[in-house]
């Protein structure tokens, strides 16, 4: 039809294809058209975010629209996320509120009972209401006036203040400028103020690659040719150094360059110039060895369209060193070496496949000569290379040892000058292999292996995968905070491993990673088993705990603690193998094999498996797990997370429009975690801590002072104390505390990742840490009422008059109260600033000047029935023994924190303790700067090739499919 409208109008085929489903790597269908039918594969089918690419025109017909396309089948669920704290202090609340029931039950019952003993033959003292016929009423009138009076224990206000404090910790990462990304212009942000202090506790962190560890950007850094290194840079000693501005390479020269490229070697152009026989073959084989599509977009500007970004530096490297790919027909491909254009003949393309891991072409050049250029995975180059290589593929070898161990990603290059008459013969094999209709895979590698031998080595190339900046730094950094990264990614096994040695995700070091490749269930069961055997033989005893409980077959899901492997080991998994290891039981076998590891790396994998892994993990380890990524196909693991962050990267604004947190780079995340969500959660701790504390201090007393008043329901305090002290006395300490409160600064943190490990146990708040409480506030409310009715007990001023008085008791009582509050306080700030000061001790004097306003004369005269505290404060302040009883009952409420603080440490040290002295003792004695010096480890080669390369493009080349009618002119002007 071509683009005949009218033939389009009249065109009234029917597919007939399978429902909807979240399977991005399967699709069938069936189009009837005339009577034909023809099948639709995966192939046929164009997702979300494709590019077509060469086109000039399409028609495509629309399969799945809104909710059933695959994308939104792979999407997850928007849940509303609450933190462990929330859930933790909606029980505690329920703790509280059955505590207060009982204790109004327990006074209720006392009240009655005191009722019966003596109230009812003293009523012409106290006599009873009217409407009260018996003990057994006021009792239960008593129960709800205990249930008032002692209402403070339940924390209304806590919901409150913990919102504030969560707001203002959320402003300190907006306005974190060691978060800020200039390049971009782009801050961090907080786009919701309720999981700061989950940011203090994550065990897991699941991570995409493309877009968040790695920019992906392929930069041609080093090569090896004929056994000699490029991209070194040298000083006048000979010492190889940094590339530095000066030391790169002028290419002004070529007209054809492209200005983005940048190399530090000016000998290699110096070699490019000589017409270096080797180095002419090594660019001419870059120039040729690749399925790169040429574009003109703007004439006279040349535009590469690479299907793997590592093939587009490699074209691009020899583009400007002066073998520049202009254009390709099925048959032919067209270079300008050097100022002149040649065209050769392109016999055949050898594709790459994930077997081969190798890539060859077959052309013939203008001077009649059949050249077979290769280039793949050291390991198989290696195995195919001539004898008389054995020497300089030796060199070669040691070269990509050295490049490996600096993260680059390396390949060889060879080639072969084919005999005519060879190469007619195998042209026949090859034909009649591509046409046979069974075993067609097979018997084209067999045709392959037979022209890929004797290959004679040119040397190998070394392309750097672009990091994000600091992404090795900030893995090591959550590893020694005992944060596991998983990798989930999209891409191929092989650019994941690489991506994982680079960010320091695995390590040379490891005692071994496992692959799990299985095309089964069986095969994926015995590969899981297999690996958790080496790494921990007695977890597939049937004595095993977890094994034990799970021939019980619970219906809740169990909590998988911790296993500790024998070793460190890695673990790789494919996506195809992952949908039979997330089927029923063997979940768990896979969970329990990946979380032993110090790694995993899962590829290939579909949005609903990445959101499936990370549920995985939250449903049986029971740990805070954060997912980050960059694109659409991350917000279902982000959903799933208990924490989502979004990287405002290249590929849209949809994974940060579904993030809690967004920065603009990844190594901002050790930034967010290692300081402010540290910060935030121990603030929480700390505020949580202290306000239950108070309130059991506050409230606890009336309990004591009911054995003294007949269970009357009489408050110890002034009605007003009673309405300032949450909202006036003790508000703007404790808030000052969870908003300025630092244990260590951000530098401390950063250095000392060990410091992140309480949260991650959320040891600093539990319900061991609230009955801590409860005790610590019973044992004050005991102290804050006894001490005080001991001292004033039968007690006289100097002058001789008594003091013995409810009044004079509640004051003593309510002002030791804000005293001992004040100095708890003051004990557990860590970092003193002038706000912290001023909402400390400005909060006890405000106290004592409120207490004189409402005790004054002229306001009690003026409403004696509201304000009844005449002259009480200037009366009784100025007895020596309101002091001493201050003192006394302060220094007692103080004795148990001061000795729970020093004797810990000594006699129960958690290593978050030793830490924190190490700290204390660097802060006293400043050790000297070390030098470091960086050591060469020689590493495994990991091959470059095939960075999201598919098998096929090549047929698809030499189809002419892809090809566009207009290709780029070598205009005069360029030569």
Same mark, same amino acid.
């Given at each position: 039809m071509e683009d005949n409208l009218e033939l389009l109008s009249a065109f009234d085929g029917e597919i007939r294809c399978e429902p909807p489903n979240n399977k991005l790597d399967k699709f069938s269908g069936v189009l009837t058209y005339l009577g034909e039918d023809y099948f639709l594969g995966h192939d046929k089918l164009l997702l979300r975010g494709c590019i077509i690419r060469n086109t000039d025109w399409c028609y495509g017909l629309v399969i799945y629209t809104g909710p059933d396309t695959k994308l939104m089948q792979n999407s997850g669920k928007s849940t509303f996320k609450r933190t462990h704290i929330d859930h933790l202090m909606n029980v505690l609340v329920v703790w509280i509120f059955l505590a207060l029931g009982a204790m109004c039950l327990l006074l209720s019952i006392g009240h009655g009972i005191w009722e019966s003993n003596k109230g009812y033959f003293f009523q012409a003292f106290l006599p009873w209401q009217r409407y009260i016929a018996s003990s057994a009423t006021s009792s239960a009138l008593v129960f709800w006036s205990y249930f008032i009076v002692l209402n403070t224990m339940v924390p209304i206000s806590l919901y409150v203040s913990v919102e504030i404090i969560r707001l203002g910790n959320s402003y300190y990462i907006?306005?974190? /400028?060691?978060? %800020? %990304?200039a390049p971009k212009n782009t801050p961090a942000q907080a786009r919701t103020t309720t999981l700061n202090e989950e940011l203090g506790q994550v065990k897991y962190v699941f991570s995409d690659k493309t877009g968040t560890l790695t920019e992906n950007v392929m930069i041609f850094n080093k090569c090896s040719i004929n056994g000699k290194t490029y991209g070194y840079s040298y000083d006048a000693n000979g010492k190889c150094v940094p590339g530095s501005p000066n030391d790169k390479v002028d290419f002004s020269y070529n007209q054809l360059a492209d200005p983005k490229f940048s190399f530090y070697d000016n000998t290699l152009v110096e070699a490019v110039r000589n017409e270096d026989h080797f180095v002419y073959l090594f660019f001419l084989c870059l120039s040729l060895c690749h399925t790169v599509m040429s574009e003109e977009k703007v004439e006279g500007e040349l535009v590469y369209q690479a299907q793997s970004p590592d093939e587009g530096a490699l074209v691009t490297a020899s583009r400007n060193f002066g073998f520049v790919f202009c254009s390709r027909t099925?048959? &032919? +491909?067209?270079? +300008?070496? !050097?100022?002149?254009? /040649?065209?050769?003949?392109?016999l055949a393309i050898l594709d790459f496949s994930n077997e081969r891991k190798r890539m060859s072409v077959v052309v013939r050049t203008p001077e009649d000569r059949v050249m077979l250029f290769c280039k793949g995975a050291d390991t198989i180059i290696y195995e195919l290379l001539h004898p008389s290589c054995a020497s300089l593929s030796d060199v070669t070898m040691d070269h990509l040892d050295d490049f490996a161990s600096e993260g680059l990603r390396t390949l060889m290059v060879a080639y072969r000058e084919l005999d005519n008459a060879f190469f007619q013969t195998w042209i026949k094999k090859h034909s009649e292999a591509r046409l046979t209709l069974e075993d067609r895979e097979r018997k084209l &590698?067999?045709?392959? *292996?037979?022209? *890929?031998?004797?290959l004679m080595l040119l040397g190998a190339t070394a392309i750097e995968d672009k990091l994000q900046s600091g992404v090795p730094q900030t893995i090591v950094t959550l590893n020694k905070a005992k944060v596991k990264v998983w990798v989930l990614t999209g891409d191929k096994q092989e650019t994941a491993v690489n991506i994982a040695y680079a960010c320091r995700i695995f390590k040379d070091e490891m005692d071994g990673v496992f692959t799990v490749e299985g095309t089964d269930r069986e095969s994926v069961l015995q590969e899981l088993r297999s690996a958790r055997n080496k790494m921990k033989p007695e977890s597939l005893l049937e004595s095993d705990p977890i094994n034990i409980c799970l021939t019980r077959k619970p219906k809740m899901p169990i909590r998988v603690l911790d296993e500790i492997p024998n070793g460190d080991y890695g673990l790789v998994i494919s996506g195809y193998s992952l949908a039979y290891a997330l089927e029923g039981n063997m979940e768990l076998e896979l969970l329990r094999t990946a979380c032993m590891c110090?790694?995993? +790396?899962?590829? /290939? !994998? &579909?949005?609903?498996?990445?959101a499936q892994v990370v549920d995985l993990v939250k449903r049986y380890k029971k740990v805070v797990t954060l997912a980050i990524g960059d694109g659409a196909n991350d917000i279902g693991m982000i959903k799933a997370a208990h924490i989502g962050v979004g990287i405002s990267g290249h590929e849209g604004m949809q994974a940060i429009l579904s993030s809690d947190f967004s920065f603009a780079q990844f190594h901002h995340l050790q930034r967010l975690l290692m300081v402010h969500g540290r910060w935030s959660y121990n603030r929480m701790c700390k505020f949580l801590s202290y306000f239950f504390y108070k309130n059991f201090a506050f409230t606890l007393v009336h309990f004591w002072y009911a054995f003294f008043n007949g269970f009357s329901a009489q408050t110890v305090y002034d009605t007003w104390f009673i309405t300032c002290y949450n909202l006036v006395y003790t508000s703007l300490p404790v808030l000052g505390l969870s908003l300025f409160e630092k244990d260590v600064n951000e530098t401390w943190s950063l250095c000392y990742p060990e410091l992140y490990e309480p949260g991650q146990h959320n040891l600093y708040f539990n319900k061991k840490e609230f009955m801590k409480c409860l005790m610590h506030g019973i044992y004050s409310s005991f102290v804050l009422f006894f001490v005080p009715m001991g001292t004033i007990f039968n007690s006289e001023r100097s002058d001789g008059k008594d003091i013995s008085d409810f009044q004079s008791f509640s004051l003593i009582v309510q002002t030791t109260l804000i005293w001992v509050m004040t100095m708890q306080i003051a004990l557990r700030t860590n970092t003193w600033t002038t706000i912290s000061h001023a909402f400390t001790w400005g909060s006890l004097g405000l106290y004592?000047?409120?207490l004189f306003f409402l005790y004054s004369d002229g306001l009690c005269l003026m409403f004696p029935s509201t304000f009844q505290f005449l002259g009480v404060a200037r009366n009784n302040l100025n007895q020596p023994q309101l002091w001493l009883c201050l003192i006394l009952s302060t220094v007692l409420c103080m004795i148990p924190v001061i000795g729970y603080s020093f004797l810990k440490p000594i006699l129960c040290p958690v290593n978050v303790d030793k830490v924190l002295n190490r700290i204390h003792f660097c802060l006293k004695h400043p050790l000297p700067p070390t030098v470091k010096t960086k050591a060469k480890h020689p590493g495994l080669r990991r091959s470059a090739y095939a960075f999201s390369h598919k098998q096929g493009f090549g047929d698809l080349i030499t189809s002419g499919k892809t090809l566009k009618s207009k290709a780029f002119k070598t205009n005069k002007k360029f030569l």
């Open positions: 907006n306005w974190d /400028r060691h978060m %800020y %990304y099925p048959e &032919t +491909i067209t270079v +300008i070496e !050097m100022g002149k254009v /040649r065209v050769y003949q392109l &590698t067999l045709v392959y *292996e037979e022209v *890929e031998s004797d110090k790694a995993v +790396i899962c590829c /290939r !994998m &579909t949005p609903l498996q990445k004592f000047c409120v």
